[in-house]
Nanobody, 117 residues
C-alpha cells in the first residue's frame, strides 16, 4: 500500500517560513483532494488547507494570506508553504490524500512544526 511521507517540519522563529512536503511512496490513482491538517496539544485536528483536483483551494481563516498549498500530481505530492509563522501555528502537521480508488484516504505520519523565539 502506498505511504505518504512528510518532511520539512522544524523549529522556526516567529515571522519565519517553512515549506512542508508530502509525497507518496508510489503513485496514487484518481486523486480528488489533497490537503494539510494540524493538531496542537490538547486540541482537535483541524483543516489547514485543501486543494481539489480541479485546482480550487480552501484555507482556514487563521492561515489565509500566509500559507499556500500546491501539488505535483505526477508525484502524488502536496506542499505547504508557510510564511509569517506565528506561535499559534505550532502543531503536528498531517497531509491527506483522498482518492476514488481504495483505500480512498491516505494520511502522512505527521511532522512537527514549532514556532518559538
Amino acid at each position: 500500500q502506498v505511504q505518504l511521507v512528510e518532511s520539512g517540519g522544524g523549529l522556526v522563529q516567529p515571522g519565519g517560513s517553512l515549506r512542508l512536503s508530502c509525497a507518496g511512496s508510489g503513485s496514487i490513482a484518481s486523486i480528488t483532494v489533497m490537503g494539510w491538517y494540524r493538531q496542537a496539544p490538547g486540541k482537535q485536528r483541524e483543516l489547514v488547507a485543501v486543494i481539489i483536483s480541479g485546482g480550487g483551494t480552501n484555507y482556514a481563516d487563521s492561515v489565509k494570506g500566509r500559507f499556500t498549498i500546491s501539488t505535483d500530481n505526477a508525484k502524488s505530492a502536496v506542499y505547504l508553504q508557510m510564511n509569517n509563522l506565528k506561535p499559534e501555528d505550532t502543531a503536528v502537521y498531517y497531509c491527506q490524500v483522498l482518492s476514488k480508488s481504495r483505500p480512498y484516504a491516505y494520511w502522512g505520519q505527521g511532522t512537527q512544526v514549532t514556532v518559538s523565539s
